[in-house]
């Protein structure tokens, strides 16, 4: 069954540095997110994606935030300068509709120090 | 704010017996509402979708939906300690160009035990 793969699983970053996150979604899948999940609390909507642009972003997706679509498999998210308090789970999610269920691959969980 | 509110839980039953789990929410115009199960440090996993009022039934769950209380339950029969985890509640929401979004409950704690 297809499935939603991300990499890395794990990130320790020093604050103020940039990292990339990586997501290559299902590949029948038009529609692509995604959310943030800290620890203890809520998962949160951060940027949804589609026709290789942002469709809506949440006000945790700041200017520090970017997604790209850079080939037709991989799907990224850019923090460019992390702060402590973007230590949490990444999620990436797909859907071949835009109502339809969204599936959500394993998550990076990023760690900034 | 559009929000979706569960009990967090935990939510202890029996093997074996039913555990019902419930989420309000306030956006009138969903349309699809999800239940996802959650183990700790992994990635939310779909059990059941539901679109329209009424019970649907997948093996051991069941997902009911009132749009007019505004109101979602999950039912899981025959509890077993592998059901044991975190059940989210997410419920689509509509922005600009007719795209949407899922919004998340906090979730309610199951604990099954033998």
């Known amino acids: 069954e297809p499935e939603v793969t991300q990499t890395p699983s794990h990130q320790v970053t020093q604050m103020g540095q940039e990292v990339i996150l990586r997501c290559v979604p299902i590949s029948n899948h038009l529609y692509f997110y995604w959310y943030r999940q800290i620890l203890g609390q809520k998962v949160e909507f951060l940027v949804s994606?589609?026709?290789?642009?942002?469709?809506?972003k949440s006000e945790i997706f700041d200017d520090q935030f970017s997604v790209e679509r850079p080939d037709g498999s991989n799907f990224t998210l850019k923090i460019r300068s992390t702060k402590l308090e973007d230590s949490a789970m990444y999620f990436c999610?797909?859907?071949?509709?835009?109502?339809?269920?969204?599936?959500f691959g394993p998550g990076t969980r990023l760690l900034v120090l | 704010q559009k929000e979706v509110e569960q009990n967090s839980g935990p939510l202890s039953v029996p093997e074996g017996a039913i555990a019902s789990l419930n989420c309000t929410y306030s956006d009138r115009g969903s349309q699809s509402f999800f239940w996802y199960r959650q183990y700790s440090g992994k990635s939310p996993e779909l059990i059941m979708s539901?679109?329209?009022?009424g019970d649907k039934e997948d093996g051991r769950f069941t997902a009911q939906l009132n749009k007019a209380s505004q109101y979602v339950s999950l039912l899981i029969r025959d509890s077993q300690p592998s059901d044991s985890a975190t059940y989210l509640c997410a419920v689509n929401s509509f922005f600009s160009g007719g795209y949407n979004k899922l919004i998340f409950g906090a979730g309610t704690r199951l604990a099954v035990h033998p």
């Open positions: 539901i679109y329209s009022n």
């Open positions: 994606f589609y026709n290789n642009e942002i469709s809506e």
């Open positions: 999610a797909s859907t071949v509709g835009n109502q339809e269920t969204q599936y």
